[in-house]
């Protein structure tokens, strides 16, 4: 099988071929992002991660607390089910999710879509591992990991892809998550961490299942 990385750099690769000069575009945008730090802020390796409690697919609120009861969690902030590197990622951690509750970890995915519209009943009943929904992006902005979207990629998804992120995300489109994994022990400390700006590169299953091995 496939790493995540082989998979998303077939996709970018895919895009460059299609619509060149939409991806140079994302490239400028990702670099003068990274040249501003984006995501500088971001809780770090040794942290206490900020508590919360947010709906499920089904409106059911979970807190982390709960989670944390439970033992190690993996929590991973992603855009939304519209976003296909957002669907390479969630399908490569389920392939996985076996391996992640082995090592008695929870694994926890966070978007900002509303909780009845980030998932259908057949997605719902096929992911085996916590979804919820972070409506107003407080959680992201906690985490230091939320993002406010450019116009350019803001246009792209409004016009080229008939996104309408204000109503996907009830009102607040133009702030998304930057693609984050974090791994909490059962103390809710940071213990690793991927983040990155550019939402092309997510954080490899194998790397977060190291990080859990640590724990164990």
Known sequence: MKSLKEQTDAKIAAGRQANPDFMQGVDEVIEQAKAFQQGGDAIKVGQKATSFELPDPTGNSISLEALLAKGPVVLTFYRGGWCPYCNLQLRALQARLEDIQALGATLV??????????????????????????????????????????????????????????????????????????????DGVVTWRFVDVDYRTRAEPDDIINALKVLS
């Open 109 to 186: 995915a966070v978007s900002p879509q509303v909780p009845d519209g980030s998932m259908t009943q057949d997605e719902i009943r096929e992911i085996d591992f916590v979804v919820l929904s972070d409506q107003d992006a407080k959680v992201a902005s906690q985490y230091g990991i939320a993002w406010e979207v450019p116009d350019f990629l803001l246009d792209h998804m409004r016009v080229d892809r008939n996104l309408d992120l204000e109503t996907i995300n009830n009102g607040n489109g133009s702030v998304l998550p930057i693609p984050a994994t974090f791994v909490l022990n059962r």
